[in-house]
């Protein structure tokens, strides 16, 4: 079957799977602060629901699935889901992004469904700048998930820390130290207009460049290394020392639009061709037109005409700070990061 190319002529390899929009966290640059309405179970997709997509998607070239949400640890027996489409032919890797909270419980399970990487949030290492980043008291738990997953077994595990001006810079550090100090791979993120209060603004992103100074003139020099994934959003930095790596994902300041080759499917079953996507692909309607109707199945037919059609509408590229930029009517955690 035909590849998912776009009119731009990127290949979709990645797909990003939210499994829920609801969170143990409240982080203020993804949730709102107050009461949130969370997606009725019913809407959401099943496990069996979710392999049927991605087994599609793996037929057309999509080759590793990161599983997301909302936190995908509160998702009940999550490690099943891992342990199923590690077994989807074609997908050569499955990994995740946490916030950590339960990952020392389910560390254990994860590794031995076959995850292969680990991704952990964690923006502060400071107990009351993590909490009021977090709107949670969780930082001890979330270091002991880290500490538990590496005993466990990960080789890779990696810390995503949010850049936010006048907010993060001290984290920035100290971060790095931790990360150095305990073999973590460190990757920071620019803030993204993907906040649900709808606070951002272009000068609330603490830049890459803005970081990376900071680290020169307290850690130490940084070496650029050469890009072995040209889909991977980072641009990874070696220290000097040979210490550690550190990553950035300069979404904002440097967008890495013209190599993405990643599509989403929301826990409700939409189909998006970027974060900033103002459409949605239907994909749960085709699957449950499907079991409900039990009609003969050409359903995988339908499901890869309806990426195809994802991926063929795919714009440029975001546009954020262009006069044409249009903020998603959903923020992250109802995305999936
Ligand atoms: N709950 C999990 C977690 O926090 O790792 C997974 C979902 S979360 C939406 C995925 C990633 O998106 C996290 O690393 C988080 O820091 C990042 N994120 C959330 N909102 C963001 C924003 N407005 N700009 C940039 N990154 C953001
Ligand atoms: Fe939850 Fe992750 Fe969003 Fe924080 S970034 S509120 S942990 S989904």
């Not at 799977?17 to 949130?36: H, I, K, L």
């Not at 599509?263 to 189909?271: E, H, K, S």
Request: glycine share 8%; charged share 25%.
């Amino acid at each position: 079957m035909n590849h998912l190319v776009d009119s731009f002529g990127r290949v979709h390899t990645d797909l990003r799977v939210s499994v829920t929009d609801r969170c143990n966290f409240r982080c203020t640059y993804c949730m709102p602060a107050g009461v949130v309405t969370f997606k009725p179970r019913e809407e959401l997709l099943s496990f069996e629901e979710i392999v049927g997509i991605v087994s599609v998607a793996a037929s057309l070239g999509v080759r590793t699935v990161r599983l997301t949400g909302g936190e995908p640890l509160v998702r009940k027996e999550i490690h099943r889901l891992v342990g199923m489409l590690v077994n989807v032919e074609g997908i050569d890797e499955v990994t995740l992004t946490t916030n950590g909270l339960l990952l020392e419980e389910q560390a254990s399970d994860l590794f031995h469904a076959g995850l292969s990487r680990l991704n952990v949030s964690l923006d502060s290492l400071d107990e009351k700048t993590f909490e009021s980043l977090a709107r949670f008291n969780g930082l001890q738990k979330v270091l002991r998930g880290i500490a538990t997953a590496q005993k466990i077994g990960f080789q890779t595990i990696r810390i995503n820390a949010v850049s936010i001006a006048n907010l993060t810079e001290r984290e920035v550090v100290p971060l790095a130290r931790f990360a150095r100090q305990q073999g973590l791979t460190l990757r920071f993120i620019e803030f993204m207009p993907l906040d649900a209060s709808e606070e951002w603004t272009a000068d609330s992103v603490l830049t890459g460049e803005q970081v990376r100074k900071i680290l020169v003139d307290s850690v130490g020099p940084l070496v650029q290394q050469k890009q072995i994934d040209p889909g991977q959003p980072a641009i990874d930095y070696r220290w000097a020392d040979g210490i550690g790596v550190v990553g950035f994902v300069d979404s904002v300041s440097n967008a890495f639009c013209d190599r993405c080759d990643r599509l989403r499917l929301t826990a409700d079953g939409q189909l998006r061709n970027c974060l900033f996507s103002t459409v949605e692909w239907d994909a749960r309607q085709i699957l449950r037109k499907t079991f409900d109707e039990r009609e003969p199945s050409d359903w995988k037919k339908e499901m890869a005409l309806l990426l195809h059609d994802c991926v063929t509408a795919k714009a440029r590229a975001h546009g954020i700070g262009t006069e044409e930029f249009e903020r998603p009517e959903r923020a992250m955690y109802q995305i999936g990061g």
